[in-house]
């Protein structure tokens, strides 16, 4: 048997992700914010691409109009310099009311006492905002205020540093006591001084301790309030009124009035401090109505535009200015820039095609609002504009468009069907809608259960099962019968 070696030629098709496709792919799904990034990094990278900054087509006609108006300008400027020398002479014997700088007359009236004396200027109204005080600083400043010695301010501040921002305890006083060399003993005085802090329940370490903390605050030790914190919190959850009322040999009416009153501890009262700020969310799309017809508009008004230097563009037309080396590196990055400006106008037209679309498939949805939003998939949008599933999946990624309606998701209208008697499928917003209405209308006293929502549902045309329903309803946060039914008010 003889062994030997062949070179053979075979033709066969592969999808292969260059890191130009790769770059594109990735242009896709990025957020407003992370393409300007993006952007500046290119630019900053590659010297062949140059940010078209706002006005730059204006220049040269401002440069224009500027030097005309030198000419024309001179005369008046010799005039306004001879009034000046004239009224210089007089404000230095008697000074104008324009020209007395009151700021520093104010500060000077406002602090100067018996002495007479001025202190410096006052700081600006900039350097006088205050921001909101948080947790840490707030429990620090009472332990200041409280600490008998350095030693239990000391321990204080460890048991403060170990609180998160819902206002509970992370750590076992063990740990903590490992930590900061101390006793038990020591650690139990220091977390009982942090309990004594505003607010009411700071420092717990679990749910029955942070109650237990508002209830004595409160003023309500040996109360019915406290034993039912801590002995039968569970049927407090679990809404059995009537089950501790015989266990405890009390009315009902005493019980529903002492879970009213455990309902209005706060649970978590670290949060009241919390910094956390609102962020705004700037649409990528927006759609107006002109006449009777939706146009979908770009907003890409802060995102960088982009131009191939043409310094360097007129080297690369001089074949013979630049050593081979230099060259190709200016012909790479040629490429490479020409590749980003086509990929960023490529992204700008598919969000376009997929917003086109959408509004397209979701007029009566544009014009009547969420009870006619119609079942939608990718696959319908994709073929609407012969692009592939996965490319309309990246683009409705994080983007959104301001319609008539309000602000949405491009993935908002994306969803399943639910069956209807009708014959024609509805949405599962719209659905969940539906149940959302029905229990926001039940009596509290005594609210709907899973299978009369489905009775009410399939009088409306609704085919739906007991199982959807619920599922639909546990994503709309909304509680099971038991805990909606409100037994006080």
Known sequence: MNIELKLQMNTQQRLVMTPMLQQAIKLLIMTRLELVQAIRTEVQDNPLLDEIETGMEEEEDTATLQAEEIDTSTKEREEEKVFE??????????????????????????????????????????????QKEDLEGHLSWQLKCSAMDEREKELGEVIIGNINSEGYLEETLEELASQASATLDEMEDAITLVHSFDPPGIGARNLKECLLLQVRANGMKNSLVENLVMNHLEFIDERNFKKLAKLLDTSLDEIIMAAKTIREFDPKPGLEFSNDETHYITPDLHLIKIGEEYQVFLNDDDTPRLRINPYYQSILKNKKSEKKDTRDYLENKFR?????????????????????????????????????????????????????????????????????????????????????????????????????????????????????IVIKLQSTNVKIARRTVTKYRTKLAIPSTSKRKRLFY
């Open 85 to 130: 020398e004239q009224s210089t002479l007089k404000t230095k014997e008697e000074p104008t009311k324009d020209e007395i700088e009151w700021d520093a007359y104010m500060q000077s009236g406002l602090y100067e006492g018996a002495t007479g004396v001025a202190p410096p200027e006052l700081p600006s109204i900039e350097n006088t905002l205050k």
């Open 336 to 452: 490479s820039a020409i590749w980003v400006i086509k990929s960023i106008e490529q992204r700008r037209q598919t969000i376009l095609k997929v917003g086109r679309s959408i509004c397209h498939f979701q007029k009566e949805f544009l014009d009547k609002g969420v009870n006619y939003l119609k079942p939608l998939i990718l696959k319908d949008v994709a073929d609407d504009i012969g692009m592939h599933e996965s490319t309309v999946s990246r683009v409705t990624t994080n983007k959104y468009i301001h319609t008539p309606q309000g602000l949405y998701e491009l993935k908002f209208f994306f969803h399943s069907a639910v069956g209807s008697y009708f014959g024609s499928d509805m949405s599962s917003v719209r659905v969940k809608e539906m149940i959302r209405v029905i229990c926001k209308e039940e009596d509290p006293a005594n609210p709907y259960t899973d299978d009369e």
